[in-house]
């Protein structure tokens, strides 16, 4: 299942970064926001930003935010590292 936000050109145009770069840094925010507020797991926050895991780490260090890892992340976590080797 694909979801697609529409945001209204006015309020697009008025947020403060260049028009190239406006979806990956909506994305982003509303990775970092889902993650905050417990309602994504570190992985598939760092998936909807399109972050590296280091990149998604850093950023968390950056903004000062507190993780969540469950068990659930280090099972994912888990799982994800067997599917690269």
């Not at 926050?45 to 990149?55: H, P, Q, Y």
Request: aromatic share 4%.
């Amino acid at each position: 299942m694909n979801v697609t936000l529409q945001i209204p050109s006015d309020i697009a145009q008025s947020v403060r970064v260049p028009p190239q770069e406006l979806e990956q840094r909506l994305r982003l925010e509303l990775a970092l926001a889902l993650y905050n507020q417990n309602l994504l797991s570190s992985g598939k926050a760092c998936a909807l930003a399109g972050l590296t895991r280091l990149e998604w780490e850093e950023l968390l260090d950056k903004r000062k935010m507190t993780r969540h890892y469950s068990e659930t992340d280090l099972v994912e976590d888990m799982n994800h590292a067997r599917s690269c080797q």
